[in-house]
């Protein structure tokens, strides 16, 4: 955990998306209170456990995780809005319709997705060079999901989310 969090304060990252799909309750739970201690000014939100959000700044879903609440995306989003209050509210998207459906749901901004393949999930919606086009339909924050590569520029989207690619230029990993 220290390493991401100096890397995430090195490059003034606006927040941290924790995402650990195999660790158990207790784990995700410690792992998420050590971010919060070492990176005390800088939000906290876990991906795809609503179980968790108490112990962070908000949460982000996939289009799956929210049929968890209710079988349409607007009920869901509604139920899940509810449930964090004030707290942030991220939901994934993977193409237009999909984004101009999230404009009018009480999130806080979209993910949208995947921007190259990658190694940490499967998927066969590569957007690639579409997904700036596409982010423009948003009238919410967009963050370019999937792939993201430091480097990456967007005219249409506010935020990289940058997983893998934290190890661009670190001399920890070279």
């Known amino acids: 955990m220290e390493w991401i969090a100096k890397r995430a304060k090195d490059l003034n990252a606006s927040l941290i998306q924790y ?4 660790g158990g309750f207790h784990e995700k739970r410690e792992d998420i209170l050590t971010l919060k201690s070492l990176c005390k000014d800088m939000p906290i939100i876990v991906n795809d456990d609503m179980g968790l ?14 049929l968890n609440f209710a079988k349409d995306i607007n009920t869901a989003a509604d139920i899940v809005r509810r449930a964090l209050g ?10 237009a319709e999909e984004i101009k459906a999230a404009n009018f749901l009480s999130v806080d ?6 921007y190259r393949k990658t190694d940490t999930k499967e998927t066969d919606n ?9 982010a423009g339909f948003s009238k919410k924050p967009v ?10 520029e ?7 989310a ?9 001399d920890i990993f070279h």
């Open 19 to 22: 995402r650990n799909k195999t």
């Open 53 to 66: 959000a108490e112990y962070c700044e908000g949460v982000h879903l996939g289009q799956e995780d929210m």
């Open 86 to 95: 004030t707290k942030l509210f991220g939901l994934s998207t993977h193409n």
């Open 109 to 114: 901004y979209i993910g949208l997705g995947a």
């Open 126 to 134: 590569i957007l690639g060079d579409l997904l700036d086009t596409i």
């Open 143 to 152: 963050a370019a999901i999937g792939g993201v590569k430091l480097s990456d």
């Open 154 to 160: 967007f005219k249409n989207v506010t935020y990289l």
């Open 162 to 170: 940058v997983g893998s690619g934290l190890y661009e230029n670190n």
